[in-house]
């Protein structure tokens, strides 16, 4: 059986976040390890004991920090005073930062087999601050266009998205299994009744957090 896997990177990035929360563990997820962890973990499922699996593509969904961004940030900037300025100040600098880090992200995953990024330019208002925009959009047309051209048989979902419900919906109804792995406080229950199989991280254990992730040590 065909397997794609596809990541909201955003989703799990606050997946992480309520790991923290509740056991005081700052993680830091190694996307190269996602393929394995998955592949292992349903092949210990009774549905496919006994069955070849065969993985197929990893895609990642998330926002880019793009130079547009930075310039309306920049603009936002000199239009204010005070302590909105100082705000926007601050937060110029983190997404300095932040994009830092997305670089050396995107560098590394270029090394990874069977694995693609899926970028949509970050946006930025004065009102919303930074947010994603169309990444729901390109995730749902994905999970769509290659169940419809038989790429898979399985989809599995880092994702909880009420915005996909439809599409997995439609998916479901050409044959195709969908798994969601998520925290519970990041899934609709629509997503969770529409699913084949949830897979929760609040309940999984430290160590099945370990095959696709580590705590960060700060030295």
Not at 24 to 47: C, G, T
Not at 69 to 91: M, P, V, W
Not at 133 to 145: E, N, P, R, Y
């Amino acid at each position: 059986m065909k397997v794609m896997i596809f990541v909201d990177y955003s989703n799990f990035m606050a997946n992480m976040g309520c790991i923290k929360e509740e056991r005081s563990q700052d993680r830091v997820i190694e996307f190269y390890r996602v393929q394995k962890f998955v592949m292992e973990y349903l092949s210990k499922n009774p549905q496919y004991r006994g069955k070849e699996l065969r993985h197929v593509r990893t895609y990642v969904y998330t926002g880019e920090y793009t130079d547009s961004l930075f310039k309306r940030i920049k603009d936002a900037i000199n239009e204010s005073t005070g302590k909105e300025k100082e705000e926007l100040e601050k937060l110029l600098e983190k997404t300095e930062k932040r994009k830092k880090g997305q670089k050396k992200f995107f560098k590394e995953s270029m090394t990874y087999a069977f694995f693609e990024i899926r970028k949509k330019p970050l946006q930025f208002t004065k009102d919303k601050g930074i947010f994603q925009k169309g990444v729901d959009v390109q995730m749902a047309v994905d999970l769509v266009s290659n169940a419809y051209l038989n790429n898979y048989d399985i989809a599995v979902l880092f994702s909880g998205d009420i915005d996909l419900l439809e599409s997995l919906k439609l998916v479901k109804s050409l044959g195709k299994h969908v798994i969601l792995f998520s925290h519970y406080k990041n899934i609709a229950q629509e997503m969770i009744k529409e699913s084949d199989l949830v897979v929760d991280f609040q309940k999984v254990n430290d160590e099945i957090l370990d095959r696709f992730s580590h705590i960060f040590e700060e030295h």
